[in-house]
């Protein structure tokens, strides 16, 4: 079989996932943080909850750890109800925004604490403390305490803390939110490494879209409690199902109008008198809808003479941004809407072909863009 | 903004001399070799061996510290469990009332707590000693602790509490191994709180207590009352030295404490 090579046991219905959330939802007092949310999650998947602040992805990944109790739904991990089970009787463990190292301990202590609650002998104690030391690259700050070494430590010392006890489920909350960008991006693939490694399923809650992106199997997407969509990174960014999946991440050219028709290609009407916009049409849409159409920044082309795509649009350019390995032009259509347009620099010389208030073409081709319901 | 000008200089002295001028003429005083407390004869330190041959005096400093050791450290016990519910049970129907109730005998005039406390042994039947004082401070003190351990609770990070459950340790592990390692040093001053106020009360004591247990400051006070006499004098300028010497050496240690912190914290990051 060619796709055993690939991980994707979601797809196989004969999989039994390691945890279940069914219709969960979770009230405090009048509000709802999670609504009715159901989701699979298999063993050895790299699984993120992602949303903006206050979504409930917190709350989510709280109630697999066992802080807070579902108000009605059910919680099973590796098929036991966790209803009633308290955290410290859990397989689960759990690393925290904060990091919440025990001040007061050292690394080694940090990373020994589970082991000792477990009434585990002291030889394979020290086993497992030198094994998880070596993993996250510790050996040299064993004997330090937590405010004795760098945040880029720290956030190690919780990671290999909380793989320490070999949870069936590792809860990342923010793991790398602490970090500056450069750490946070080699940190992402350490955390890659360490999963394959270990061979945990872990389950990550951020507000950071690259970083859900960069390292998740599959994406859940979040929005006021409600699961908006569950998906593998490549088909959350190009088949999302929704405007505010499209708009969450990444960037994108949102245009709003009405569909003309739907065939395997749907055609939007954006403007008197211009051409129809066409693009892969999204869920349940049927002539006659309000729709929006949805285009990446970095599928549209540039151009001084008018292309032969039959998705094309005049304007001006009003804005240029350069990012150093792309250039984004903002572009304003003749109704006074702005679009954005990406391109890579690919050669070091840079030619300018385009400047402020030249007057360009933007084109892209039938199947890069998406009519979404609106 | 660091300029020495004449006001901050005159501002200074003023305040200093008014805090302790007082302080300085009682240690003087107690080195004088007069009897007459107003009248300087030249310096002695015969007072301090006269005050190690009064039995009675001893007598009451010895229950003066048994009430303040006992006293602070059940204050210290239920103040901090008091705290800590207040602090980390959450909204509990009635809180708002525990809080107020725990921090009201603060603001409370000692005279009304002294003679309801009176009032309650009477009541109960309780023979006035020693017994009655340790009772009496911790109900004072009790609240004192409270007040500095919640600070300290408030400031701690709750997940690492959760973190200790998380890692497989019962609640009450959680407490021991994590929550209480980390508020120990405000326990600590709490209990420290509670000594010294214990150690300072007249007012309680004099309600409370009854003939067979006198404190330093009811000594103290009666004393006074038939005339000042140089051995007090110099009885306050130990107590004087105690407490300056106890100040500066717990200043020195923190500040201590806390400049290595920094230092390493520094180090740690580069």
């Not at chain 2, 407490?175 to 209480?180: A, G, M």
Request: proline share 4%; charged share 20%; hydrophobic share 45%.
């Amino acid at each position: 079989m060619v796709n055993s090579t690939v991980f994707a046991p979601w797809e196989d219905p004969g999989q039994t996932p390691l945890i279940r959330i069914e219709n969960v939802t979770k009230r405090f007092g009048d509000f709802t943080a999670i609504d009715d949310v159901s989701i699979d999650i298999y063993t050895r998947e790299f699984f993120a909850l992602l949303g903006p602040s206050g979504c409930g992805k917190t709350t989510l990944m709280r109630m697999l750890a066992g802080f807070e109790t579902p108000s009605e739904g059910r919680i099973t991990i590796d098929g036991k109800d966790m209803a009633g089970v308290p955290p410290n009787k859990r397989a689960v463990n759990m690393m925290f925004q904060s990091y919440a190292l025990f001040p007061h301990l050292t690394v080694w202590d940090n990373i020994a604490f589970g082991l000792r609650r477990d009434r585990m002998d002291k030889d394979r104690v020290a086993a497992r403390v030198e094994e998880m030391l070596k993993l996250t690259q510790l050996q040299k700050f064993a004997k330090r305490k937590p405010h004795q070494i760098s945040g880029g430590q720290r956030q190690r010392v919780a990671l290999a803390r909380s793989l320490a006890k070999a949870p069936k489920l590792l809860l990342l909350d923010e793991p790398l939110g602490a970090l500056d960008k450069k750490l946070r991006e080699e940190t992402q693939f350490e955390l890659m490494e360490i999963q394959e490694k270990t061979g945990t399923t872990f389950v990550i809650v951020t507000h950071d879209q690259e970083e859900a992106m960069t390292v998740a199997s599959r994406v859940a997407v979040m929005n006021h409690g409600k699961l908006v969509q569950v998906d593998t990174p490549e088909r959350i960014y190009e088949a999302p199902k929704s405007v505010y999946v499209a708009d969450f991440i990444g960037d994108v050219n949102l245009i709003e109008g009405l569909v003309a028709s739907v065939g395997e290609l749907a055609e939007l009407t954006w403007a008197e008198g211009k051409a129809p916009l066409i693009g892969q049409s999204g869920a349940s849409l049927k002539a006659g809808d309000e729709a929006v159409f949805a285009i990446r920044p970095e599928k549209i082309a540039i151009s001084r003479e008018e292309p032969e795509a039959r998705n094309r649009v005049r304007g001006k350019i009003v804005d240029i941004g350069y990012l150093g390995n792309l250039s984004v032009y903002h572009v304003q259509l003749p109704d006074g809407s702005y679009m954005k347009c990406e391109v890579g620099n690919r050669s070091r010389v840079s030619r300018r072909d385009y400047t402020w208030e030249d007057e360009v073409w933007l084109s892209w081709t039938d199947t890069a863009g998406l009519v979404l319901p609106s | 903004m660091n300029r020495i000008s004449s006001f901050n200089i005159v501002s200074l002295t003023l305040g200093f001399a008014f805090l302790y001028i007082p302080m300085i003429i009682l240690v003087i005083y107690s080195f004088n070799e007069s009897k007459l407390v107003t009248v300087w004869a030249g310096f002695s330190t015969k007072w301090y061996g006269e005050l190690l041959r009064n039995e009675s005096f001893l007598a009451a400093a010895w229950v003066t510290l048994k009430v303040a050791f006992f006293s602070s450290t059940l204050a210290t016990i239920l103040g901090t469990m008091a705290a800590y519910v207040m602090v980390r049970r959450g909204r509990f129907a009635g809180r708002t009332l525990f809080s107020g109730m725990i921090y009201a005998p603060l603001v409370m005039p000692e005279v009304i707590t002294g003679l309801s406390l009176l009032l309650l042994f009477i009541a109960i039947g309780l023979d006035r000693g020693v017994l009655t004082i340790v009772l009496a401070h911790t109900t004072f003190a009790m609240c004192y602790v409270s007040v500095v351990v919640s600070s300290r609770l408030v400031s701690f990070d709750q997940s690492l509490e959760e973190a200790a459950l998380d890692l497989g340790s019962t609640p009450f592990e959680a407490f021991r191994l994590v929550t209480i390692p980390i508020v120990a040093p405000a326990v600590l001053s709490g209990w420290l709180l509670a000594f010294t106020l214990s150690l300072d009360d007249l007012i309680i004591a004099s309600f409370t207590s009854g003939p067979s247990a006198t404190t330093l400051p009811m000594k103290v006070w009666s004393s006074v009352r038939l005339g000042v006499s140089p051995e007090i004098n110099a009885l306050s300028t130990i107590f004087i030295g105690i407490v300056t010497v106890g100040v500066l050496i717990a200043s020195v240690v923190s500040k201590r404490a806390i400049s290595r912190r920094q230092a390493e914290e520094l180090a740690a990051e580069s």
